[in-house]
């Protein structure tokens, strides 16, 4: 069975941390490029960061310098460390891996930072 499953949101104060995790299982994660998605209250769904089978990563704008992304395929894992969070981080925050035409969503984890 597939899953993704995110892990380590919060509630946390504006200049603050938090790292999310995201699991995988039942798919060759290896082979797969990951990105973080987050999703705020009446917005639609917006791309974070990505981080490619090979390892190289990319970030929107509005984290970069801020966020990092990276991966452990031993334990088929990709994290989000996310520094000097601020009120507009707050969100739902989704890991999805793609390849070619396959591609997986997790559930979510809540992200909120007080101001």
């Known amino acids: 069975q597939v899953q993704l499953v995110e892990s380590g949101g919060g509630l946390v104060q504006a200049g603050g941390t938090l790292r999310l995790s995201c699991a995988a299982s039942g798919f060759t994660f290896d082979d797969y490029g990951v990105s973080w998605y987050r999703q705020a209250p009446g917005k639609g769904r917006e791309w974070v960061a990505a981080?490619?089978?090979?390892?190289?990563?990319s970030y929107a704008d509005s984290v970069k310098g801020r966020f990092t992304i990276s991966r452990d395929n031993a334990k088929d894992t990709v994290n989000l460390q996310m520094n000097s969070l601020k009120p507009e981080d707050t969100a739902v925050y989704y890991c999805?891996?793609?390849?070619?035409?396959?591609?997986?969503w997790g559930q979510g984890t809540q992200v909120t930072v007080s101001s």
């Open positions: 999805y891996a793609f390849l070619g035409f396959r591609s997986y």
């Open positions: 981080v490619t089978s090979a390892g190289s990563t």
